[in-house]
């Protein structure tokens, strides 16, 4: 069956970086255009960025615009988010999702001095 688990978070001072991974599997993930998106502590759902499948085309938020860049590794079968200059606005649950009839569990990301 699909399965998407993602990995990387944790707790990162402002201005600082992390890189988030997804691991894909049970279907052809370079077949698929790939999707992370967030939740802040009490808010909706948030899209954050978009890679079509070979990674020639990625789209993303106005707020992560410039300081986000989505990856993916077919050979690997994993998606990436490279995340620079993170702000305490960024702080949410990451999840990786194969839009949009799959999602992973999700990764926290938490940005505070």
């Known amino acids: 069956q699909v399965q998407l688990v993602e990995s990387g978070g944790g707790l990162v001072q402002p201005g600082g970086s992390l890189r988030l991974s997804c691991a894909a599997s049970g279907f052809t993930f370079s077949s698929y255009y790939m999707s992370w998106v967030r939740q802040a502590p009490g808010k909706g759902l948030e899209w954050v960025s978009d890679i079509s499948t070979g990674g020639g085309s990625t789209y993303y938020a106005d707020s992560v615009k410039g300081r986000f860049t989505i990856s993916r590794d077919n050979a690997k079968n994993t998606l990436y988010l490279q995340m620079n200059s993170l702000k305490p606005d960024d702080t949410a649950l990451y999840y990786c999702?194969?839009?949009?009839?799959?999602w992973g569990q999700g990764t926290q990301v938490t940005v505070s001095s």
């Open positions: 999702a194969r839009p949009w009839s799959h």
